[in-house]
């Protein structure tokens, strides 16, 4: 059953992370930065804390005995993973649920799934999880053959996007999403979509923490929360500089004590989603701890974000007014990226030898 309560785990955890934009959708009079902020200190520091406490005995003394240079390494992928996910949120302005969640995770899958394997193979002792040992299995085989498919579903999801593109008049085109801007749009998804991968390679840098918290008795569903204290210290350090620049710039500080805004449910729902969107993470440690393997989990844990975003995104009509080819491509690619979630599952079953 291992196998089949950590596809339900990342279900879970691509449920929330699809979901979390919405909250600030609820956010009125203010700006893009000062909600974002706001919903990052409860994303990267509070709730974290609150996770890993209730979870983790002793949580802090494991970091602080952890290796400086183990540190080091986790918070500087958390960090280059702040800057993905700042340009993230941007992608949601510019594109949309729908096809900014598709391109960001298309990139962010292919770089999260694969290079951590390669990696192993160039710098680890070469005897578990390497790319070259997928290669040999056959297990190893069918998570790659995964992989593949997931990417071909993203990109039927992007090419839908494009469609979408001359499909629409701009005054259509910015009806459900008000800031909408392809190319610019894009470059930030990209961006995004590498960087984004950070994060699972921060994982594998804070391994030794997560090993320490099992040991001293953490069960090993939570494990990876103590991880996640350290990579998400260098998501909240980029993403606070960069919106205390915009507020500088934009001079949007007033929006925290604006009382002509909504302040008492523009923080809630920024508080909402902030929780939401860290959720995604706590269900992802309890997937990757049944699992057992970083392919499958990072390629898992894309696949039900980008499933449940479009979802979201028809919900809100982003796709309302485009032709009924490009309506049926993006739900195509919906359906080759489920295919995929159970191609990996499969894989994995192959490799572990349990279901």
């Known amino acids: 059953m291992q196998v089949l309560f950590g596809v339900i785990y990342h279900f879970i955890g691509g449920f929330a992370s699809g979901s979390f934009y919405i909250p600030f959708k609820k956010v009125k009079d203010w700006s893009w930065e000062s909600y974002w902020i706001v919903g990052g200190i409860f994303s990267w520091l509070i709730v974290p804390f609150v996770a890993a406490f209730l979870t983790i005995p002793d949580f802090m003394e494991i970091i602080k005995a952890t290796d400086t240079s183990i540190l080091f390494w986790t918070y500087i992928l958390g960090v280059l993973w702040g800057i993905g996910g700042l340009t993230f949120g941007l992608s949601m302005r510019y594109l949309g649920m729908s096809l900014g969640m598709s391109i960001v995770l298309g990139f962010c899958s292919a770089f999260g799934a694969l290079i951590p394997p390669i990696y192993r193979d160039f710098f680890g002792d070469g005897t578990k999880g390497t790319f070259s040992g997928m290669l040999q299995t056959s297990g190893g085989q069918v998570v790659l053959l995964g992989v593949a498919v997931c990417l071909l579903g993203i990109f039927l999801c992007g090419k839908a996007g494009t469609m979408k593109e001359g499909d629409l008049s701009e005054e259509e085109k910015t009806a459900s999403i008000a800031e909408f801007d392809l190319w610019k749009g894009l470059a930030v998804a990209?961006?995004?979509?590498?960087?984004?991968?950070?994060?699972?390679?921060?994982?594998?840098?804070?391994?030794?923490?997560?090993?320490?918290?099992?040991?001293?008795?953490?069960?090993?569903?939570?494990?990876?929360?103590?991880?996640?204290?350290?990579?998400?210290?260098?998501?909240?350090?980029?993403?606070?500089?960069?919106?205390?620049?915009?507020?500088?710039?934009?001079?949007?500080?007033g929006d925290y004590t604006n009382k002509k805004a909504p302040l008492k449910s523009n923080y809630l729902f920024s508080a909402i989603a902030g929780t939401t969107w860290f959720l995604q993470f706590f269900f992802y440690g309890m997937g990757e701890s049944k699992l057992g393997n970083g392919a499958s989990s990072w390629i898992l844990h894309m696949a039900c974000i980008i499933i449940i975003s479009n979802l979201w995104g028809i919900y809100f009509n982003e796709w309302k007014g485009v032709s009924a080819k490009t309506f049926r491509t993006i739900i195509f690619g919906i359906i080759v990226v489920i295919l995929s979630v159970f191609i990996v599952g499969y894989g994995n079953y192959l490799s572990t030898g349990s279901l």
């Open 190 to 253: 990209i961006t995004s979509g590498v960087l984004s991968a950070c994060f699972n390679f921060g994982i594998e840098a804070g391994k030794s923490m997560a090993v320490v918290a099992v040991e001293k008795g953490c069960n090993p569903l939570f494990q990876n929360n103590v991880i996640f204290i350290v990579i998400l210290w260098g998501g909240l350090t980029t993403n606070f500089i960069w919106c205390m620049i915009l507020n500088t710039r934009n001079k949007t500080f």
